[in-house]
Structure formats: structure tokens, C-alpha cells
């Protein structure tokens, strides 16, 4: 039977499923049917990744007690913190996180797959401890100590807090929790295609998601933040941005935080993360990478939005985490703390109805090629 190839899988469904719905000409995104707009303004990430998880808004009762269960599960042990000790201090972060998950599932009861209560309690330790691990590598690499979670401070309070040993002010743990909210899901996606393909061979959810952080990490992916930032670093100044984007153009270069396969218009991830930074440069000040921005998203949309390019959620989320005091190489990461949920929401569905990924190839080698001895090569 002849099949369609489409490369990169453009436009082919991988899967149902009722977690998230992108509409790319409109610039709509929703969770579970809600607009992320709404999300942004009224919830909370740890609300929003309760929402994904069990496909509806808790009630009271039932977002104190995820909050409970998270808050309570946000230490990591000591061997997971040696470890960290023991990984090179300029390796990347996300090379540390997936190794760090990659062991969490050597602690954690995770294989039996078919235990609906014990998924639950992974999802919880995966969406708690990923910040953890992650301040803690980023003061053990430049020779501190790793802080220890405070039960008192909320997930972003707390995660900023373990940064920097500062206990932050509201404006920035807010603006990290509207982050974390706009990160949280978004359709069959590059990472969470890849862990639907290792949740179908019932691999435990660690694997799950060390295997997506390492599809997260790539440029044309979640790193596109890291690149954004060293890219504005790079221009300096707006006077300098029509030259730059000229001659990566003429180079036929990719402009880092700009397209998506998806949307056809500004990402609405990008609209609202553009909002928080006026809001928060507002009360902290201004930053000279986000005048670089705005200049380079005008020139953009003059060269590019003839083919549909415009800012994606990568664009504006580095220059809000540089003024958060979060290092560059961290930005990824930022990324994965919040997407974790979307990923073990589409795990639990997934294995609902499991079938193991397995598709088709289009052969375009040879067939009875005859095997030359060694000697006459
Ligand atoms: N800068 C300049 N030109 C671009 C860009 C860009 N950022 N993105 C796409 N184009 C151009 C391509 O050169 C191509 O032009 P052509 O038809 O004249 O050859 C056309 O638009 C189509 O581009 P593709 O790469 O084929 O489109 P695709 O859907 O595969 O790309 C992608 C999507 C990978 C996101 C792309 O836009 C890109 O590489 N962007 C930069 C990296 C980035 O920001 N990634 C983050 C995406 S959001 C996320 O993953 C969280």
C-alpha cells in the first residue's frame, strides 16, 4: 500500500487526546478546554498542572492537597545531590537534569506502570523535584551548597529561593509562576512525542522523562531560549538589529525564537510573555536585552512576516528569566520544570490505551547487493 511521507511527520496525528488544542491560525491555545489567557490571570501553575493531570479544575480540597503532596515531596535525597557533585562544572544543565531523573527512577518504585495510585505519586516527585535539581546543580557547579527545599515558601518562592538563598519578592515569583503556566502543555510537541514513544514500550516515568528533557534540550526546540538570549547579547543595541537579521537572513540562517510549525501568527505564549515583561521591568527596571527585542520582532515582521514567522514562546521567556537572575544555560531547564506536567498528563493517557509506537519506513536503499570479501574492497 503506497503511504504519504511527510517529513518531520508535518500535519500527521500521533495520537488522541484531550489534554490541549492549538489553533495556529487564530493564536489559540487551550488546557483542557481553557484558554491560557484565563489560566495566566486566574490560576496557578501548580492549579494548571492539577487541571492537566486529572482534566479538570480541582476543588479546594483537592488543590490543597496536590500542593501538599508536591510541597512535601520536594527534597531530593543525598546520593541524588553526590551525584550532582560528581558532573563536570560546565556541562549543561539539562544533561545534569536528565541524569539526575534518569537515577530518581533507581529510587522510586516506578516499573509497574499499571499502578494508577503509584503513576499518580511519580507525577507528583517528577513535577517536585525537577526544581530542586535544578537549583541545586546550578550552586553545587559554582562551588555551594545545595539549599534545601523551605516548606513555607510557595513552588516558585521556594524554587527562586533555592537559587539564590534569597527569599525573592512577590513580583518575581509571580511572574515565574505565569511562566511556568504558559510552559505547561502544548499539543504533540517534538519532547512529548518522545515520551509518548517510551511510554508505549511501558518504560517507568523516569525514563519517560529523561528521555523527553533530552529531546527538550535541542534548539529547534527548548533551547531556542538560550539561543534567543545570546543572540539579543549579541546585537547589543537596537540600532544594530536590521544589519544583524539582514546577514542571517542572506546567510540563510534561522532567527532563534522566531516560527513554529503550528502557528501562523504571533504564539499567544509570546503575547502574554511580552506583557509580563513590561510589568515587570516597570517595578525592577528596564532591560536593555528586552529594547533589543522589541526592535528585532519590528524588523522581523517586516522581512519575514510575508512566510508567516513571527516571536514564539522562546522569544520573550530568556529575557524575563535574565532578570529573574537565572543563568542563561538554565533557561532550558526553566522549560522542563513546567512541561513536566504536560508530559505525565499525555503519559496518563497514554496508558489508558496504550499501543507501542512502531511506524512504517519508506526503504530508499538497495536489496541483493552481494558481500565483498574484505580483501577485494
Ligand atoms: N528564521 C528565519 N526563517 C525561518 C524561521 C526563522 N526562525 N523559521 C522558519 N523559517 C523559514 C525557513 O527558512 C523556510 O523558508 P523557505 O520556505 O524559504 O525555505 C520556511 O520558513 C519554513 O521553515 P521550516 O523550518 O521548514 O518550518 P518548520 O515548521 O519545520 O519549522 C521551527 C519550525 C523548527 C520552529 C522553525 O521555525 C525554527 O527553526 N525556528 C527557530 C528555532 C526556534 O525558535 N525554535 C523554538 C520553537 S517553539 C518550541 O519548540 C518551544
Request: hydrophobic share 40%; with cysteine; aromatic share 8%.
Amino acid at each position: 500500500m503506497p503511504h504519504d511521507f511527510m517529513p518531520g511527520l508535518a500535519g500527521v496525528p500521533a495520537a488522541k487526546s484531550a489534554i490541549s488544542d492549538v489553533d495556529g491560525e487564530r493564536g489559540i491555545l487551550e488546557y483542557r478546554g481553557i484558554r491560557i489567557e484565563d489560566l495566566c490571570a486566574k490560576s496557578s501553575f501548580l492549579e494548571t498542572a492539577s487541571l492537566l493531570l486529572s482534566g479538570r479544575l480541582p476543588t479546594q480540597h483537592e488543590l490543597v492537597h496536590f500542593v501538599g503532596d508536591i510541597t512535601h515531596h520536594r527534597r531530593i535525597k543525598f546520593k541524588i545531590v553526590d551525584l550532582l557533585k560528581c558532573l563536570p562544572e560546565q556541562g549543561h544543565p539539562m544533561d545534569a537534569l536528565q541524569a539526575a531523573v534518569a537515577a530518581l527512577g533507581m529510587f522510586y518504585p516506578g516499573r509497574n506502570v499499571k499502578d494508577i495510585d503509584n503513576n499518580y505519586w511519580s507525577a507528583v516527585r517528577l513535577i517536585a523535584k525537577l526544581p530542586t535539581i535544578i537549583a541545586a546543580h546550578a550552586r553545587i557547579r559554582r562551588g555551594d551548597d545545595a539549599i534545601p527545599p523551605r516548606d513555607d515558601l510557595d513552588f516558585c518562592q521556594n524554587f527562586l529561593y533555592m537559587l539564590s538563598d534569597h527569599v525573592p519578592e512577590r513580583i518575581a515569583s509571580d511572574t515565574l509562576d505565569v511562566c511556568l503556566v504558559l510552559h505547561a502543555e502544548h499539543t504533540m510537541n517534538a519532547s512529548t512525542f518522545t515520551g509518548l514513544v517510551t511510554a508505549s514500550t511501558l518504560a517507568d516515568p523516569y525514563t519517560v522523562v529523561a528521555s523527553s528533557i533530552g529531546t527538550l534540550k535541542g534548539p529547534l526546540h527548548g533551547g531556542a531560549n538560550e539561543e534567543v538570549v545570546v543572540m539579543l547579547r549579541e546585537i547589543g543595541t537596537p540600532g544594530k538589529v536590521r544589519p544583524y537579521i539582514e546577514n542571517k537572513l542572506k546567510a540563510k540562517q534561522k532567527l532563534m525564537g522566531f516560527g513554529h510549525r503550528v502557528y501562523k501568527v504571533k504564539d499567544p505564549r509570546a503575547v502574554i510573555l511580552q506583557g509580563l515583561c513590561g510589568r515587570l521591568f516597570k517595578e525592577c527596571g528596564s532591560s536593555q536585552l528586552y529594547d533589543v527585542a522589541i526592535e528585532v520582532e519590528r524588523v522581523a515582521a517586516e522581512l519575514l512576516g510575508e512566510k508567516k514567522i513571527y516571536p514564539n514562546v522562546d522569544f520573550y521567556s530568556g529575557i524575563l528569566y535574565d532578570k529573574l537572575g537565572i543563568e542563561v544555560d538554565c533557561f532550558t531547564p526553566m522549560f522542563a520544570i513546567s512541561r513536566v506536567a504536560g508530559w505525565m498528563a499525555h503519559w496518563f493517557e497514554q496508558l489508558r490505551e496504550n499501543k507501542l509506537f512502531r511506524p512504517d519506513q519508506i526503504y530508499s536503499g538497495e536489496h541483493n547487493r552481494p558481500y565483498v570479501p574484505i580483501e577485494r574492497r
